[in-house]
């Protein structure tokens, strides 16, 4: 059994004639350590997808398995437990809380975990530590994408899950945050999982899953990715 292990998943919105199928016998696996790219145009049910391993969307019918536990299978109080043990997320727009300092935030994702990553550690990977009083709308758009990476790195997540994280940043802020991430996972070995409709982004990744109508289109390993930093697009 890999890390992550989805089976069969079926996910639906809609009633009648305007039900639409957005994720159609989804079926992947991630190893621990492994940073994945999910990889589709727009209603292609990347996101849909990576809220359901987030145990963020319900399921119809299907498995997700992190670990070894069955996300589709717990509910309530278990499945927040869960997700905050296991689980950090990173979305495109940072959803800071504008009137907390950078340090503020990331605590915000502190105190939600029992084993926390030091708060030095993280702003100084980050590069957030001469940053760390400012607000949210004292930062650039890339500052704000660190920040909200720190609040879901210093849970110590398991697993790592980015929707788009890049999407609202020019091209020199977005290979700052991929490099970033790939750094996140040679230090820490954090599994992540990245959504993105930019296909390059995929040369880091060391396996690449391609969505097309809620379906798995294909899956590609990578003997040779590429360090973010030296990707070009």
């Not at 009633?15 to 940073?35: F, M």
């Not at 499945?79 to 979305?91: A, I, M, P, Q």
């Not at 907390?100 to 105190?111: A, D, H, K, R, S």
């Not at 790592?160 to 802020?173: F, I, Q, R, S, V």
């Amino acid at each position: 059994m890999s890390y992550v292990d989805v089976v069969n998943v079926e996910k639906s919105y809609g009633e009648g004639l305007a039900k639409v199928k957005a994720l159609n016998c989804v079926s992947l696996s991630v190893e621990k350590g492994e940073i994945c790219t999910i990889l589709g145009q727009s209603g292609s049910g990347k996101s849909t997808l990576l809220n359901a391993i987030g145990g963020l969307d319900t399921i119809e019918s299907g498995s997700i398995i992190i670990d070894g536990c069955d996300i589709a299978k717990i509910k309530g109080e278990a499945l927040s437990s869960f997700r905050r043990d296991y689980l950090g997320f990173v979305f495109q727009f940072y959803n800071l809380v504008p009137n907390l300092t950078v340090l503020e935030n990331i605590q915000v994702g502190e105190y939600l975990s029992d084993v926390p990553l030091p708060m030095e550690e993280i702003l100084e990977v980050l590069g957030l530590t001469e940053l760390k009083n400012r607000f949210p709308q004292e930062l650039s758009g890339g500052q704000q994408q660190r920040c909200a990476i720190g609040r879901a790195l210093v849970k110590n997540p398991k697993l790592l899950l980015c929707d788009e994280p890049t999407g609202a940043l020019d091209y020199k802020t977005s290979k700052d945050i991929l490099a970033l991430l790939d750094k996140i996972n040679e230090n820490y070995k954090t599994t992540i999982l990245i959504v993105t409709h930019n296909e390059t982004i995929s040369k880091m990744a060391h396996k690449t899953v391609y969505m097309k109508d809620g379906a798995v289109h294909r899956v590609e390993h990578n003997d040779k990715r590429m360090k973010a930093a030296e990707i070009v697009w």
